[in-house]
């Protein structure tokens, strides 16, 4: 594919707001996971959790509050993305930049709040509940493109783990064919009981902070987070350089033990990205912390990148941001190339015999020019993308 | 932009059983009878998933099976492109009645068939599709936004799509908030090259223009009724196998506009 220049990009999770919290976090090696302590929650477990999100949306936008669009307003609001997007709706128009965010909660929280508060007896829901503005998966998609006056194509993507990654590869294509000339992808998941809950079930959640690819790992650390980025033809400092999706085909919340789908998915991306596995710098995992994906993804890298390559998770970091974590760790990884830096697998204190892959224990400075990052969601959904700097 | 070729549909809606039934309705050759939905029995799940399966997910497979004509092998090598506003709104209220109780005990199977991409996984493990999966949201909008993103990947990533759209009923209390009175999906299998059994062929236009509509008032009203019905007047123009802009409606009063060609 033709490389498309990355002309902004922003970040919100429990390690700060934007991307200078996020650098200073990642070199003073601080975690942004806490025991969680949400109203009503009996767990025993460590969130990422973003602080400050308490005051409801005002205005004209105060038919949208919920967390979720909360969280994604102020992540347009930080490291000048709101100035760079209105550049670039100056420049096309409007209706040439397109909208694609990644959610697999939405606001779900004011769907539980609506239940606990309703009557029972009544077949209705609360008076102040909204479909539309909170629930709906395009909720996400539609906030951000109203808060940025934009009236492209627009549209959620909603395919758990991998929806903010998979924004990449649907703006790729949208401005291949011409139906635009910039896009915003993105990606907004809040914390809300069905996530903490739902991974409780499975027994997939961890009481401690999660450790991916640790031999004692025993599951994953829930968080919320947004990002966003401006994609556009041409150059910048930071560029989208190929993605590949594909599906395991094998179960609905396991992974392939083989990582087939996963290998597929990082081949595809390569061939897009007209580069060999001995390009990639660094690879930034999908890491969740649970024994099946860490053991199921190690398979697949090692197969395609034997076992030198530098690899981690940033799982341990900011938690797992479901639905974000795509953009999320898009957005580390383009701070990675900014400040060649490769990031420690944090809380790692022992790799599992069974890893064969060079995870990193310890942070270390070096040149990063192509990373690749791993993004694998329930239904056996996955997507890779390759980032790398200017031209 | 250039153009993708409609190798087969998929119908199931109140009254429109199958893509049979629905194209004599829509080409004016049956009267419309408004039924209840068939049983949804998709015969491409293990006899296992079939039970975990939810509604929507059986539906949206049920249509798939019908546009995909028992062509396992073809079948196997689509991409596909999912799209519904809500996914499976059943699943959502058990998720959220069981937590809104003390205990919060919810089921593993309901949590991992929340995932508003559950058809797709389903659909990936029956047909043993290792393709890319895509499930899209826009609300009421939801059918052009599949639609509009199954045609420029059919053409950008140089492969065959199979589009599903559907949406569910919500149970009550969820249904007087989102009042989809009935469930519904559609099925295309959508080419790169015309075969001796293409329908149509579909383009996408950048004339603006008001939303399509049907032109019998019971047919509108099932338009209407559920995001994967948008399509209708598309298959209206198929079914008709007429020359024709069909204009959708999405979000901020917008338009996607669609050329058909009969074949």
């Known amino acids: 594919m033709t490389p498309l220049a990355i002309s902004a990009f922003t970040l919100t999770t429990a390690l700060g707001r934007g991307r200078a919290a996020h650098a200073d976090a990642l070199s003073r090696e601080r975690s942004g996971l806490a025991p969680q302590a949400i109203e009503g929650c009996g767990l025993s477990t460590w969130v990422g959790e973003v602080a400050g999100l308490d005051v409801p949306l005002a205005g004209a936008l105060a038919g949208w509050d919920c967390r979720n669009n909360r969280l994604a307003q102020a992540a347009l609001e930080q490291d000048d993305f709101l100035a760079s997007v209105a550049r670039s709706r100056a420049r096309h128009g409007p209706a040439r930049v397109a909208v694609f965010i990644g959610t697999s909660t939405a606001g779900v929280r004011e769907t539980e709040r609506a239940y606990r508060e309703r009557d029972p007896a009544a077949a209705t829901l609360p008076s102040w509940f909204r479909h539309r503005e909170t629930h709906n998966a395009f909720s996400a998609a539609d906030f951000v493109r109203i808060v940025l006056g934009l009236a492209g194509p627009a549209c959620a993507i909603s395919t758990a783990c991998s929806s903010s990654a998979k924004v990449f590869a649907a703006a790729s294509r949208a401005l291949a064919v011409g139906q635009c000339d910039a896009a915003v992808v993105g990606g907004v998941d809040s914390l809300c009981f069905t996530t903490l809950y739902g991974f409780h079930s499975l027994q997939l959640v961890s009481g401690a902070p999660c450790r991916p690819a640790d031999a004692q790992r025993d599951g994953l650390s829930i968080g919320e987070g947004a990002g966003f980025a401006l994609l556009e033809r041409g150059d910048a400092p930071f560029r989208l350089l190929g993605y590949g999706e594909s599906s395991d085909a094998h179960h609905m919340s396991t992974p392939d033990p083989e990582g087939r789908g996963a290998r597929a998915a990082m081949r595809a991306a390569l061939a897009r990205a007209q580069l060999a596995p001995g390009d990639i710098d660094y690879i930034n995992l999908h890491g969740t912390a649970t024994p099946a994906n860490d053991l199921a993804e190690d398979r697949a890298v090692c197969g395609e990148f034997g076992t030198r390559l530098p690899c981690s998770s940033t799982k341990g970091w900011t938690g797992h941001t479901l639905g974000a974590a795509g953009v999320v760790e898009a957005a580390l990884s383009l701070l990675c190339i900014e400040r060649g830096l490769l990031p420690r697998s944090l809380h790692t204190r022992a790799v599992d015999p069974a890893i064969a892959g060079n995870i990193l224990l310890a942070s270390r400075a070096a040149p990063v020019r192509h990373v690749l990052s791993n993004s694998f969601g329930f239904g056996g959904s996955n997507c890779v993308l390759v980032f790398g700097g200017g031209a | ?263």
């Open chain 2, 1 to 263: 932009m250039s153009i993708v070729f409609v190798e087969a549909v998929g119908l199931v809606a109140p009254g429109l059983a199958s893509w049979a039934e629905g194209r004599a309705v829509l080409a004016g050759d049956a009267a419309f009878e408004r039924q209840p939905l068939p049983a949804l029995q998709p015969g491409i799940l293990p006899p296992n998933e079939r039970r975990r399966a939810p509604l929507g997910v059986k539906l949206a497979l049920l249509a798939a099976e019908q546009a995909t004509l028992g062509a396992t092998a073809a079948a196997a090598q689509l991409a596909t492109v999912f799209a519904t506003s809500d996914a499976d709104m059943d699943v959502v209220h058990r998720l959220c009645v069981a937590l809104a109780e003390p205990n919060r005990s919810v089921s593993p199977t309901d949590f991992h068939n929340s995932v508003h991409n559950a058809a797709s996984g389903y659909w990936s493990i029956g047909a043993q599709a290792r393709g890319a999966s895509t499930t899209l949201s826009a609300h009421d909008f939801t059918f052009a936004a599949g639609l509009r993103e199954a045609l420029i990947q059919a053409r950008i990533d140089d492969t065959d799509v199979l589009l599903v759209a559907f949406d569910v009923s919500p149970p009550p209390p969820l249904l007087a908030a989102r009042p989809v009175p009935h469930a519904a999906a559609i099925a295309m299998w959508l080419r790169r090259q015309a075969t001796e059994r293409t329908l149509a062929q579909l383009s996408l236009e950048g004339m603006p223009g008001p939303e399509s509509v049907m032109r019998d008032a019971e047919l509108e009203r099932l338009r209407r009724s559920n995001p994967a019905l948008r399509s209708l007047p598309l298959l209206g123009a198929i079914a008709r196998r007429e020359a024709a802009l069909v204009h959708f409606a999405v979000h901020g009063g917008l338009a996607l506009a669609v050329r058909v060609e009969p074949r």
